[in-house]
């Protein structure tokens, strides 16, 4: 399969996923969009091992690298930013503030502990001082 006719069937395969999960928010099914992002991964991963061509080379994978560093950092503080800004706002009575200051709190630390376990996984399987 060649590379364009790859990434004809992705988009068809995501416009598909899309399309259930739409049904599912508006039937307000909330069991079918887990099964169906599954299977549609599943669909991409399949198709895109038959695909011949070369997909990505060093360069694309050294751009992801910056590219997700990058977005990392920025989503980052700004949810930092924005959380603390909430909860700051929220001691005047608004509790929806609070719970939405708080949930960007806790979003920020999940980042954070991920980013860490993943920075030490790639440490020590690359080689790096610890």
């Known amino acids: 399969m060649s590379y364009k006719t790859f990434r004809l069937w992705q988009g068809i395969v995501g416009a598909v996923i899309g399309a259930v999960i739409a049904v599912s928010v508006v039937t307000g099914n909330a069991i ?11 669909i991409i991963i399949a198709l895109r091992r038959r695909v011949k061509e070369v997909i990505a080379d060093e360069r694309v994978y050294a751009i992801a690298e910056k590219a997700s560093r990058l977005t990392v950092q920025i989503v980052g503080i700004a949810m930092a930013a924005v959380g603390g800004t909430l909860l700051a706002i929220s001691h005047g009575g608004s509790s929806v503030l609070a719970q939405v200051g708080f949930t960007l709190s806790y979003a920020t630390c999940g ?18 001082k610890e």
């Not at 887990?34 to 549609?40: A, D, K, N």
């Not at 980042?111 to 790096?128: E, P």
């Open 111 to 128: 980042l954070l502990v991920i980013y860490y376990v993943a920075y030490t996984y790639y440490n020590r399987k690359l080689g790096g």
């Open 32 to 42: 079918v969009p887990i099964p169906t992002v599954i299977v549609g991964m599943l």
